[in-house]
């Protein structure tokens, strides 16, 4: 798998037969989101748009996938197997804001994919972990500094992404200007992403739970 790129990784486990055949509840969970939200985008869209930044990773000319949506729509469902996939130890999960000016240096540990659930770039923006002028160069396919230790590398390390990456978070409310961010600045992070609309519920009162509590499923 190593050898592999993340790509080829990602077609050659696709083609191997599901343990749990034609009963995945992921992949059902999976088509039932498709359905219910064809009105706001045709899956193949999204696949390609994945496809795009898995290959070559994020640039001008190709945007973040943003998976954004109510509650219970299914947004971070439909991503999850790519845990499963690259393994979660070598998946880069949203940094804590907690960690202040040293949130992104688990970046550079080996990553080979890039998974932001529940992400809000305002927020990151307003807090200093991520300035709008950094996350416009970090997704544009540009060098940018991430800071560490001050006994490595003076504190700071420059980096580049060139992989996979997809972002998730609820629509309300996701790019609403707070403290020093500008709707300048929201204009710059808004310039980054691709944005996918999900509206459809697939996890209502009284119903089987669809969406939330399925195993993802590397192979579909």
């Known amino acids: 798998a190593e050898e592999l790129t993340d790509w080829a990784l990602l077609c050659q486990t696709a083609e191997k037969s599901c343990p749990h055949e034609d009963n995945c509840r992921y992949h059902k969970a999976c088509e039932e989101i498709f359905e219910g939200n064809k009105a ?3 899956k193949r869209h999204l696949a390609a748009s994945l496809r795009n930044i898995i290959v070559a990773g994020p640039s001008k000319d190709t945007r973040v996938p943003f998976l954004a949506g109510a509650t219970n729509t299914g947004k971070s469902t439909l991503v999850d ?3 499963d996939l690259y393994g979660f130890e070598r998946v880069f999960h949203l940094p804590a804001l907690t960690d202040g000016k040293f949130a992104l240096r688990n970046w550079m540990k080996e990553k080979r994919f890039a998974y932001w659930d529940e992400f809000d770039p305002v927020e990151f923006a307003n807090k200093g972990v991520f300035s709008p002028t950094t996350f416009k ?3 544009g396919g540009q060098w940018f500094e991430i800071q560490v230790a001050q006994n490595h590398h003076d504190g700071n390390k420059d980096w580049r992404w060139k ?4 972002f998730t978070n609820k629509l309300k409310g996701l790019f609403t200007a707070k403290g020093d961010v500008s709707t300048e600045d929201i204009n710059h992070l808004k310039s980054r992403v691709e944005l996918f609309r999900f509206t459809f519920p697939v996890v209502s009162p009284g119903s089987r739970p669809v969406g939330g509590n399925v195993p993802a499923c590397k192979y579909n």
């Open 81 to 83: 197997g790519f845990d």
């Open 163 to 166: 992989r996979g990456v997809v």
């Open 40 to 42: 706001n985008w045709d």
């Open 137 to 139: 160069k970090a997704f």
